[in-house]
Nanobody, 130 residues
């Protein structure tokens, strides 16, 4: 059974930092495309970082220079380091395994699709106060 377990969300003040962790199981993590999406109430779901084995790590301009995606294949774990957080970063953050969904980094809602096309965690809330 494929599982993605996220942790690390919470509440911080603007300018603060958080590290999100996604522990994966049930599939070949090292060979898989992985990323993080987020969705705030009333907004589309946005891709914020994506890792595949063929291209440089993708970040949209909204987070570039502030968010860092990394992975530890020995632990089947994906990380998202977030710094200089802004109130507009407030959202539920989802770990996703599989190809990118949506157009231009946006899709109507998260999770989107599902097995066997992709797999999603349960989401972790990040709240940034001004």
């Amino acid at each position: 059974e494929v599982q993605l377990m996220e942790s690390g969300g919470g509440s911080v003040q603007a300018g603060g930092s958080l590290r999100l962790t996604c522990i994966a199981s049930g599939f070949p993590f090292a060979d898989s495309d992985m990323g993080w999406y987020r969705q705030a109430p009333g907004n589309e779901c946005e891709l914020v970082a994506f890792f595949n084995n063929d291209d440089p790590i993708y970040y949209p301009n909204s987070v570039k220079g502030r968010f860092t995606l990394s992975r530890d294949n020995s632990r089947s774990t994906l990380y998202l380091e977030m710094s200089s957080l802004k109130p507009e970063d407030t959202a539920v953050y989802y770990c996703m395994a599989g190809p990118v969904v949506g157009i231009g980094g946006f899709v109507s809602h998260c999770p989107y699709g599902g097995a066997p096309y992709n797999y999603w965690g349960q989401g972790t809330q990040v709240t940034v106060s001004s």
